[in-house]
């Protein structure tokens, strides 16, 4: 019914710039709250950035002032920009959703997607 897909990862040097993008398709009445996790290997899956559907936002403590997250609703599109990376930064990121399938649902659905993974070296 959803499908997000995350895109934008790669290798990127101590002190650069990446952008990902989280994209939903499929067939669904609204998306509310959008988060970004990242897993290094061997630990646990970790919250990077939410942002509701009024775009309020929260942030892990160890991105605060590097990343931004925000949203599109037109193209159902979420975005992390991520400055001054840092090696530690490595790991494979996903996005999820909140997502109201049907009008009249009370309950919402949340949804993963495949991960792109974000890699930090000189």
């Known amino acids: 019914q959803v499908q997000l897909v995350e895109s934008g990862g790669g290798l990127v040097q101590p002190g650069g710039s990446l952008r990902l993008s989280c994209v939903a398709s499929?067939?669904?009445?609204?998306?509310?709250?959008v988060g970004w996790y990242r897993q290094a290997p061997g630990k646990q899956r970790d919250l990077v950035a939410v942002i509701t559907s009024g775009g309020s936002t929260n942030y892990g403590g160890s991105v605060k002032g590097r990343f931004t997250i925000s949203r599109d609703n037109a193209k159902n599109t979420v975005y992390l920009q991520m400055n001054s990376l840092k090696p530690e930064d490595t790991a494979v990121y996903y996005c999820?959703?909140?997502?109201?399938?049907?009008?009249?649902?009370?309950?919402?659905?949340?949804?993963w997607g495949q991960g792109t993974q974000v890699t930090v070296s000189s």
């Open positions: 499929g067939t669904f009445f609204s998306i509310n709250a």
């Open positions: 999820n959703a909140d997502v109201r399938v049907r009008r009249g649902d009370t309950s919402l659905q949340r949804y």
